[in-house]
């Protein structure tokens, strides 16, 4: 498994984030998704293929964050491929070329987020295929070379019951086994709520706050100086 960086999040998931399955991160704007996907990956060894489709990773965050725990900004840096993102066909391809560009050196995947194209799309019933697909794609690179993969899901309200849901709910459902809302509860804190793993129980709630080094522990972050939206 893969340290969150986190002991009550770590905790939450039954020791971090798995590999050889997907892992959904879904939640509102800005209550920590890319964040904690970016620190996934910053403190756990190997390369990471990073595809952006908000144009929300930062590589001057990254570094903030390599730095704040005493981390070679650079070397951090050069483990991330960056693949910017900016329709949904594009999105398919580049998901389909990374069976030749992954292979033993990587430790994970991240798709931040697979949503954002498919959302403005209008003829949903046959990207929602497409989606599958690449989803598939994703499950099979995990397996293969014992990955984890991050992804993560923007979410909508549902006026039927009057709630917020995350985009392409079932199709994302049906693929990945671990599952996890985030919300935000005032500037800086947030909560992490279990909604599916496969030998945890559903439900647990923890709380983490967003700081200069990322995502922490909230009994840890009581002495920084910063505290980010």
Known sequence: ????????????????IDKGVLTQIYG??????????????????GKIAYIDTEGGFSPERLAKMAESRGMDANTVLQRFLIFEIFDFKEQRKTI??????VNETFSMIIVDSITNHYRVEENKSAITVDLGKQLQVLLWLSRKYNLAVIVTNQVYFDSKQNTLKPIAEHTLGYKCKDIVRLEKLRP???????????????????????????????????????ILE
Request: hydrophobic fraction near 35%; proline fraction near 3%.
């Open 1 to 16: 498994m893969l340290t969150t960086g986190s002991k009550a999040l770590d905790e939450l998931l039954g020791g971090g």
């Open 188 to 226: 800086g804190l947030r909560i992490a709520i279990l909604e599916r793993h496969r030998f945890r129980p559903e439900g647990g709630i923890v709380y983490f706050k967003i700081t200069d080094k990322g995502i922490e522990d909230v009994e840890k972050t009581k002495s920084s100086q910063t």
């Open 96 to 101: 389909s070329r990374l069976k030749k560009i």
């Open 28 to 45: 509102p704007f800005a209550t920590g998704k890319t964040t904690l996907a970016m620190q996934v990956g910053l403190l756990n060894m």
